[in-house]
């Protein structure tokens, strides 16, 4: 008889979201509320799936969480699966390794917590042809730079054995480096199944064993965009792994980006606009679709647009409260005024804009200017946040670079507005 389970990681319950709460407060609760429940579509798939385990491989809380809110709602859905007789099999990873409530919280017999070291769990399966090993080894500290794999216990011969780590594989960008390894270090221990955690996208390797990131049930901000999704995995009598992925997010963030080339009045952007939501909208797999639109391409309407970018975020919220179940998150204005051949040559914005990029921008000494700027702007921000500007030095010269063209649009953009007014 087949062994059955849901794989999961980085659920990080109640993780904060300030930002965007302070943007919209109702989208900021929407938000905010969607980790909790995708945990409950993690739950409710487990019991309509009659699974035999549940594994959550790190990454459970975000961070030393001290609400016993957090600690009850953790307890009901512990409590469902319990009644149900499916196992629950949790380690603990670099943002809830130091977490108050899974060490103190008191769960039933059902549930088992691994420690910083590992462990080989048997499950008692009646009669089934096949017994099965879970292995698990959780962070000891917030921080753990070395390879944690050689840590595991042997595998067991004649059993089907599963392994939980949190682990950052060889390195992802964006993602900093916990317990490294690759994936020869994972086949090397011959297990069948490695469920693993820390890379909010997910990842699957089907060689000498099945190795699974499942990514993130709920993704968090514009970052974590795409539909979240956990694993439903099974292992039949014949060690044949067969995992399916099962969709949980309840709000999907996704990017946006309407091309305005051509374009040269307001209720064509719209529509423009209008379209692309509901395409977004169309292909979304979660209940909520909350978007980050990004205007670009060369338009008429380029200075009007970034001048009255609030208008123009009022008009996207409203196409997309009329679509139904759409958010947005943030509008960004990367369009661009014609610079030649079209009605507005010889205006001498049209050719200063021209000569700021030419000249200015592009030289040597402002290339240098801003790099020694943006150095001195992230020595001042904590560590955590230091990589906003870029993960490595080509990435923050690159952005650097971004924000100093968008900033010249949005200064040319004031003066063509101060320019209308003293016609008027």
């Known amino acids: 008889m087949a062994f059955r389970f849901v794989h999961t990681a980085d659920i990080h319950l109640d993780s904060p979201l300030r930002s965007l709460a302070l943007r919209s407060p109702e989208l900021g609760e929407l938000i905010g509320n969607a980790t909790r429940r995708a945990f409950v579509n993690v739950v409710d798939l487990c019991l309509s799936e009659q699974v035999d385990a549940l594994l959550l491989a790190g990454d459970l809380y975000d961070g030393d969480q001290t609400s016993m809110k957090t600690a009850r ?23 809830d390794a130091l977490s108050k409530i899974t060490r103190e919280l008191t769960y039933p017999e059902t549930v088992k917590v691994y420690g910083a070291r590992a462990e080989a769990i048997s499950i008692d399966l009646g009669d089934r042809a096949t017994p099965v090993v879970i292995h698990g080894l959780s962070f000891a500290q917030a921080q753990c730079p070395e390879s944690l794999v050689g840590k595991f216990k042997a595998r067991v011969e004649g059993a089907v054995n599963i392994a939980l780590l949190h682990t950052s594989l060889a390195g992802t960008p964006g993602h900093d480096c916990y317990a490294p390894c690759n994936v020869s270090d994972l086949e090397a221990a011959e297990f069948d199944y490695w469920a693993l955690g820390h890379i909010h996208k997910r990842f699957l390797s089907t060689g000498r064993c099945t190795i699974v990131m499942p990514g993130m049930p709920q993704g968090r901000d514009i970052n974590e965009s795409g539909p979240k999704s956990v694993s439903l995995v099974t292992i039949a009598d014949d060690r044949t792994v067969h995992v399916e992925e099962k969709f949980t997010g309840i709000a999907q963030f996704e990017r946006v980006v309407v091309d ?35 205007f670009t391409g060369p338009t008429p309407l380029a200075w009007q647009l970034r001048n009255d970018a609030d208008l123009v975020k009022t008009e996207a919220e409203d196409r997309a409260y009329v679509i139904g179940r759409t958010w947005i998150e943030k509008v960004e204005m990367h369009c661009t005024s014609l610079v030649s051949g079209d009605s507005v040559a010889g205006d001498p914005l049209v050719e200063l804009r021209a000569l700021v990029g030419s000249e200015i921008i592009d030289s040597e000494s402002y290339d240098a200017a801003l790099i020694e700027i943006g150095e001195e702007l992230r020595g001042h921000l904590p560590p955590e946040s230091r990589s906003i500007l870029g993960a490595d030095q080509e990435e923050f010269r690159a952005t650097l670079r971004l924000l100093a063209r968008e900033g010249v649009e949005d200064v040319l953009a004031r003066l063509h507005r101060r320019k209308q007014d003293e016609v008027a």
Do not use: C, P, Y
């Open 260 to 294: 305005l080339s051509g374009i040269e009045n307001w209720r064509d952007m719209a529509t423009a606009a209008t379209l692309k939501l509901e395409a977004a909208r169309e292909a979304a797999s979660s209940e909520h679709l909350v978007v980050r639109l990004s």
């Open 73 to 95: 709602f953790l307890a009901e859905q512990i409590r469902r699966l319990d009644q149900a007789g499916i196992r629950v099999f949790i380690i603990r990873g670099n943002h």
